[in-house]
């Protein structure tokens, strides 16, 4: 028996001479436990780069949307109630950082989803619901644009009241159709990467289906239904006044036309990749794609976060003056002036509000312009020839 077991010992040093253990290869996870180590096959500079890319965005996103709530709150001249939703788009933009952009910060660091199941799905409701809350924040601010200028009620203007319902729907209308998942209907669960979590878009399951349908529907098409008609009806209102009853409404119709297209582009180039993506996996649940190449899309829509101040919220003019005198001190006039200005009857500033308030504030209560055949109460009223002084305080 001994000369065998000297041969066993022999052959086993031969063994693990020929094939020598990876100590490495050991502590990595299979694919389908990814809380506790890296996805296999994927080198770890992928985590590093999209680490990198995370912090970047992350850090300018809470630095801007962190700048548009400080200057509302410390300048009431912009607490007016058409700003309320681009104050709200501010905050969930912040809060899809705060959370989503900090654990995917942390996640991609470490190379995997470290902080466990519970943390996931929490990600994923936090990083969806808030992304959602944007999502239709745009839309409404699109609806309270067309309500402002095109007035389809008359007479009955912008309120508190009505802003402040506005705000109501997004955040009830938005959790409505992303708790589902937390409850059973789909689940948050890790992405191919490993780093992120979102809904689970490779279910085969038909109830799960029926989620992720409800969910592009309610979420991405109805959004951005909303708008395409509301911009759309404000361009086509602008351009018929512009063209039949004044001609210098032109400026500010090509001013409308410049930034409704910035809008609308942002939109689709934000939020059309993750979309489509989720609709494409949905529909075929067991394509194979590249784990790196499945999470652009999310990590992508991350980004409307920084661009969004920057459309919404930097490109407004009195918004950027009141930033300015915050860290400059420049641009004070006397109080009096401001009140004489702004108490004109029939004239708003147009600092109070950016430039789509500016020439809603040239369509009077009762135009002395005789309206078109075409034109009922409903539609955009014609530009009266009044002076728009341009304020130039932001007082406290």
Known sequence: MLPHLKTVL?????????????????????????????????????????AVVMFVVSSLSLTENFLVMFVTFKFKQLRQPLNYIIVNLAIADFLVSLTGGLISFLTNARGYFFLGRWACVLEGFAVTFFGIVALWSLAV?????????CRPLGNIRLQAKHAILGLLFVWTFSFIWTFPPVLGWNRYTVSKIGTT?????????????SYIITFFVTCFIFPLGVIFFCYGKLLRKLRKVSHGRLATARKPERQVTRMVVVMIVAFMVGWTP????????TAYPTIELDPRAAAIPAFFSKTAAVYNPIIYVFMNKQFRKCLIQHFTGMGTIPESNLN?????????????????????????????VSPRSDDSQTDCGSFAQLPIPENKVCPL
Do not use: K
């Open 10 to 50: 022999a052959r086993q040093r031969m063994d693990e001479e020929t094939f020598p253990m990876d100590p490495v290869s050991e502590q990595l996870p299979t694919t389908d436990d990814p809380f506790s180590g890296p996805i296999r096959n994927i080198a770890p500079w992928n985590f590093t780069v999209l």
């Open 141 to 149: 601010l699109s609806f309270e644009r067309f309500f402002v200028i």
């Open 340 to 368: 004489q200005t702004s108490e004109r009857p029939g004239i708003t500033a147009e600092s109070q509000t950016g430039e789509l308030s500016a020439i809603a504030t040239r369509i009077p209560v009762g135009s002395t």
């Open 197 to 209: 979590c979102e809904p689970d878009w490779y279910s085969t399951n038909i109830t799960d289906h």
């Open 274 to 281: 993750y979309a489509a993506f989720s609709i494409l996996v």
